[in-house]
Nanobody, 115 residues
Framework: QVQLVESGGGLVQAGGSLRLSCAAS????????MHWYRQAPGKQRELVAA???????NYVDSVRGRFTISRDNAKNTVYLQMSGLKPEDTAVYYC?????????WGQGTQVTVSS
């Protein structure tokens, strides 16, 4: 059974940092592109960052230079290091990956940035 479990969210002041983790189980983690999404209240879920099995990385413009995505295939874990956090980064953050046409999601972790 495929499972993704996020952790590391919390409340932080503007300008602070958090590190999110997403641990995968039940699949061959290393071959898939992993994604971090976020969804703020009243807004659509948006793709924040992605990392391929080969280590190629993409970011949404609003987080480029502040967020860093990485992965440790030996630990079946993908990370999102967030620094320079802003109130507009407040959202539930989800990790996800695709197998064929199916997308697997974690349960999400809340990130709240106070001004």
């Amino acid at each position: 059974q495929v499972q993704l479990v996020e952790s590391g969210g919390g409340l932080v002041q503007a300008g602070g940092s958090l590190r999110l983790s997403c641990a995968a189980s039940g699949t061959i983690f290393g071959i898939y592109t992993m994604h971090w999404y976020r969804q703020a209240p009243g807004k659509q879920r948006e793709l924040v960052a992605a990392i391929t099995s080969g280590g190629s990385i993409n970011y949404v413009d609003s987080v480029r230079g502040r967020f860093t995505i990485s992965r440790d295939n030996a630990k079946n874990t993908v990370y999102l290091q967030m620094s320079g956090l802003k109130p507009e980064d407040t959202a539930v953050y989800y990790c996800a990956f695709n197998i064929g046409l199916r997308t697997y999601w974690g349960q999400g972790t809340q990130v709240t940035v106070s001004s």
